[in-house]
């Protein structure tokens, strides 16, 4: 992860609740890039089920500044900080929000997932997501991929056709050792 900021990387801002579409207007009319990452899903309303969007990462938004100058994005009605160590604000990893943006711009169902530290690694081979990579998991009989911001330490899944996937790195387990072998018991050579 990269500590030192520079100049225009993406920052991932902490909002006030429900802040996160007027915050990320107000910032793009001060002429800065954002990306509201939103999915669709289910609200009840008197009774009826209303689709509606929502953000993925409820309480944040992303913006693109260059770090040294961040008053005029920090004194933007509804947002709280920018997230980092301190007062040091850590940029989000280009592959992680190039990965977010393509399966939003794909259109396909996605949805915010619990942060992931374990799991086996992959990388999907074809389709319009190809090269991203994530973690595979089951849920209800159907694979997903998980796509991390790990600054956030949140995710989103992504239901995907397991074999459009390759594993990137094995599951750890416990390596077996094998015995020594006593001398004693070695097999006789004829």
């Known amino acids: 992860m990269n500590i030192q900021p520079c100049g225009d990387r993406w920052y991932a801002l902490q909002l006030r609740t429900r802040w996160e579409g007027s915050t990320a207007a107000l910032l793009s ?13 289910l609200k009840q309303v008197c009774g009826r089920s209303t689709e509606v969007s929502a953000p993925l990462f409820p ?19 509804g947002v709280i900080a920018v997230v980092g160590r301190g007062r040091t604000p850590i940029p989000v990893e280009d592959y992680e929000i190039q990965a977010i943006q393509k399966v939003v711009f794909t259109g396909l169902p996605v949805e915010p997932w619990p942060y992931l530290e374990v799991g086996q690694q992959v990388r999907i081979e074809h389709g319009a997501l190809c090269g991203v990579e994530g973690v595979l998991i089951g849920f209800k009989r159907v694979s997903r991929i998980v796509l991390s911001v790990s600054l956030l330490r949140r995710s989103v899944a992504l ?15 416990a390596a077996v050792q094998p015995l020594p072998v006593s001398p004693l018991l070695e097999p006789a050579v004829a």
Not at 60 to 77: G, I, K, S
Not at 159 to 173: F, G, K, N
């Open 29 to 41: 009319g001060k002429g800065y890039q954002t990306f509201l990452p939103t999915c669709k899903t």
């Open 159 to 173: 239901e995907i056709d397991r074999s459009l996937v390759s594993a990137i790195r094995p599951v750890r387990t």
């Open 59 to 77: 309480g944040y938004v992303f913006c693109r500044f260059d770090a040294h100058n961040r008053l005029p994005v920090l004194v933007t009605p």
